[in-house]
């Protein structure tokens, strides 16, 4: 194989994802889309110079012996679906984070691709990130001495845009925000720590969205539209106050990794601002980062070595591409995977545990924050 030709399943947002796959005189070419919606596939045609095989159907797609790859680029709750169906068509497969919406869905994925013999990768593009990427090599390094503690706050400033004007807001789509918004800081906590979560406990509610307005009323036709303060004009317009929204938007949990280092993690979806602030303290020291200024504040402690007169700030260089160049980067590294056999930065399992951590946590707020153990064993009970 000298090209690696794509199909896409899924033209909603994340289908911004495609144009790094679509390179004329690359490694790779996108010759095909799926999606329920004719004016979302319209509008992913238009951005591709080439005509592209067309379908509502994505077991349609599936059938073409021209696509030696596919994006899963749908709505959580049917990665589970379209990504077997994928590996069983026979083709590799590229998921979007969260791998499924529940553990058994997880393992049901990992048990297809190992039965397969494709690859399957996950879209954790933060691992991606210069920031983050940075932030593991200093800790690898032993800038900070052991790792011990890691603090995480997340500010998800378009938390009502994003997520409680469509389909997120009902935890029969998501299971929960901690896996949608959160699998990727659950996944850099393991990532960066090299350690996987044992147990979780926490809480969470719904504290500003939701509430007693129709499910069916949308911004457009509200009455409310020139006072609300979630009014939306296009896009994701269904009312953030609808009845039937049930996912909690103020979450708190508390972690207990291998080894025991102790992390916490804050979500909360109705800040004014939008940013993640990561903190690891180690034995001699602590990284924090600033994403905002592109920063990363190095911090020493006394340890009667050089260390305790060295403080460092690190700049971030811009990056060019989505998702502060993270995107182009997953996007080839999937291809030279394929193609060139080069394992990635993030792996099936990982995704696995992100979703393990997302659906522990919110068992233990729905049960009212009692300790819930993580296993990385398969929930699959074969008869």
């Known amino acids: 194989m000298k090209k690696v030709r794509m199909g896409i399943i899924g033209a909603g947002l994340r289908g911004g994802l495609a144009h790094y796959w679509h390179k004329s005189e ?3 070419e996108v010759v095909a889309i799926a999606d329920i919606s004719n004016e979302r596939i319209a509008k992913f045609q238009e951005k591709y110079e080439t005509p592209l095989y067309q379908t509502n159907d994505y077991k349609e797609l599936l059938k073409r012996n021209d696509i030696d790859a596919v994006a899963v680029l749908s709505p959580d709750y049917l990665h589970e679906e379209h990504v077997i169906a994928a590996l069983e068509a026979g083709k590799h497969v590229y998921s979007e984070k969260p791998l499924a919406i529940t ?14 013999g494709k690859h399957l990768m996950v879209g954790f593009n933060m691992r991606y990130m210069s920031m983050y990427q940075t932030m593991k090599e200093l800790i690898d390094s032993g800038a900070i001495g052991e790792l011990k503690a890691i603090w995480v706050r997340h500010f998800v400033g378009f938390g009502g845009y994003f997520y409680y004007h469509d389909w997120h807001g009902k935890s029969e789509n998501t299971t929960s925000l901690l896996l ?6 659950l996944d850099v906590i393991h990532w960066i720590s090299g350690k996987y979560t044992t147990k979780v406990s926490a ?9 007693d307005m129709p499910n069916d009323l949308t911004c457009p036709e509200c009455e409310l539209k020139n006072t609300c303060p979630e009014y939306v004009a296009h896009t994701f317009t269904q009312c953030a106050f ?3 929204i049930d996912v909690e938007d103020n979450n708190m949990l508390i972690m207990e990794l291998e080894g025991g280092i102790k992390a916490s993690y804050l979500q909360c979806h109705f800040t004014p601002d939008y940013n993640r602030n990561y903190t690891f303290i180690g034995t001699e020291g602590r990284i924090e980062n600033d994403d905002v200024n592109g920063k990363i504040h190095l911090k020493t402690r006394k340890t009667n070595t050089w260390k305790e007169l060295s403080d460092v700030t690190y700049d971030l260089k811009q990056e060019e591409g989505s998702h502060g160049g993270a995107d182009p980067k997953i996007t080839q590294d999937f291809i030279d995977l394929i193609l060139h056999g080069k394992e990635p930065l993030t792996t099936p399992f990982a995704g696995r545990m992100s979703v393990a951590v997302g659906c522990a946590a919110t068992e233990s707020i729905r049960a009212g924050g009692k300790v819930v153990r993580v296993s990385q064993e398969s929930s699959i009970v074969h008869s």
Request: proline share 0%; aromatic share 12%.
């Open 26 to 28: 690359g490694e790779s």
């Open 103 to 116: 553990v058994e869905g997880c393992d049901r994925i990992i048990e297809a691709w190992e039965k397969s």
């Open 180 to 185: 949608q918004k959160g699998s990727h800081d």
């Open 203 to 211: 809480f969470g509610s719904l504290d500003y969205y939701g509430g």
């Open 242 to 244: 609808r009845e039937e």
